[in-house]
């Protein structure tokens, strides 16, 4: 499968601060997905992006597929304690596997 | 509704034994996949499952890891001759089918430890 890329591999931030984390690829993707890991625990599925361009919202979590879509973001906007977490992004382009990104894993200061 | 189960949730073996771990997925998920995490790292895809078959096993790190699944439901993965490197997160998930664009539902995973 194609290979995504994630920066930063850990983002610190202070509370009430945002933040944006980014996917990578060098291939086009046909779509892209967002999974988040509570420290300890298992993936869980958040959002996923189909059309070049898109940006959905969910509360603070601002995702978005770049228009070449070979790139996503996840911007999150008054970090709070449970934002906690790795977020990876995941790409579908294989019909039955996630290719999976290094993941962004976060740590709040309060 | 009920979501993946995985059990053992922890298994500590000795070096050189064989384990089974085992994945519930979701009822009438007929997509059954199987990971590895390492610890701090990103899921290693292993095995899918479709129905019964297990159409691509490259995945698997070597041959003494396999996998089955039966009546489209419990899927059991064994490690044979455990390695200190098989040391991980197993985790399982399932979809409604496969597909691209499919959500994957993640069960909570078998720590596996090898000593």
């Known amino acids: 499968g194609q290979q995504v890329m994630q920066i930063p591999q850990y983002q610190h931030v202070q509370e009430g601060e945002d933040f944006t984390t980014y996917c990578n690829s060098s291939?086009?993707?046909?779509?892209i997905q967002w999974y988040k890991q509570r420290p300890g625990g298992h993936p869980v599925f958040l959002i996923q992006?189909?059309?070049?361009?898109e940006v959905k919202k969910q509360k603070r979590l601002t995702f978005q597929f770049g228009e070449a879509k070979k790139n996503s973001s996840l911007h999150i906007t008054a970090t709070q304690t449970t934002d906690v977490g790795t977020y990876f992004c995941?790409?579908?382009?294989?019909?039955?596997?996630?290719?999976f990104g290094a993941g962004t894993t976060v740590t709040v200061r309060a | 509704g009920a979501g993946v189960s995985q059990s053992p949730s922890n298994k500590v073996t000795e070096k050189g034994k064989d384990v089974e771990l085992r994945c519930d997925p979701i009822s009438g998920h007929t997509a059954l996949y199987w990971y590895r995490q390492r610890l701090g790292q990103g899921l290693e895809f292993l095995i899918y499952?479709?129905?019964?078959?297990?159409?691509?096993k490259s995945g698997l790190p070597s041959d003494r890891f396999s996998a089955e699944r039966t009546g489209e439901s419990v899927s059991t993965l064994t490690i044979q001759r455990t390695q200190q490197e098989d040391s991980a997160v197993y985790l399982c998930a399932s979809s409604l089918t496969v597909g691209r664009g499919h959500e994957q539902y993640f069960g909570p995973g078998t720590r596996l430890t090898v000593t």
């Open positions: 995941a790409d579908p382009s294989n019909d039955y596997k996630l290719s």
């Open positions: 499952f479709q129905g019964n078959s297990a159409p691509d």
């Open positions: 992006l189909v059309k070049s361009g």
């Open positions: 291939t086009t993707l046909s779509n």
